[in-house]
């Protein structure tokens, strides 16, 4: 069993600055990609930034040059910095991970989500 838990959401002005976090613990092998996905009222999920365990990156072109997402591979966790945020980043937040579990096991897996509130 697997457990992503987010943190750092929450209300920002627009134009402001928030940093997410994401730990995972439980029966871990080994994670390769980590990424983080948004939820919008009445819209569908969407990518925002993934990292592999490479180190290579990908971003939503509306995030370019705003986020940025790093991992610490030692601590099994995934971050999104998030400057000069718009409100049209209002969104339920949310991180996944694929996991090695053990020999041939392996799966994706969800946070509960994080609400980013960006309003005056």
């Known amino acids: 069993q697997v457990q992503l838990v987010e943190s750092g959401g929450g209300l920002v002005q627009p134009g402001g600055s928030l940093r997410l976090s994401c730990a995972a613990s439980?029966?871990?092998?080994?994670?390769?990609?980590m990424a983080w996905y948004r939820q919008a009222p009445g819209k569908q999920r969407e990518l925002v930034a993934l990292?592999?365990?490479?180190?290579?990156?990908n971003y939503a072109d509306s995030v370019k040059g705003r986020f940025t997402i790093s991992r610490d591979n030692a601590k099994n966790s995934v971050y999104l910095q998030m400057n000069s945020l718009k409100p049209e980043d209002t969104a339920v937040y949310y991180c996944t991970a694929h996991v090695v579990t053990g020999i041939l096991r392996s799966g994706d897996y969800w946070g509960q989500g994080t609400q980013v509130t960006v309003s005056s």
């Open positions: 990292i592999t365990s490479g180190g290579s990156i």
């Open positions: 439980g029966s871990i092998t080994r994670i390769n990609a």
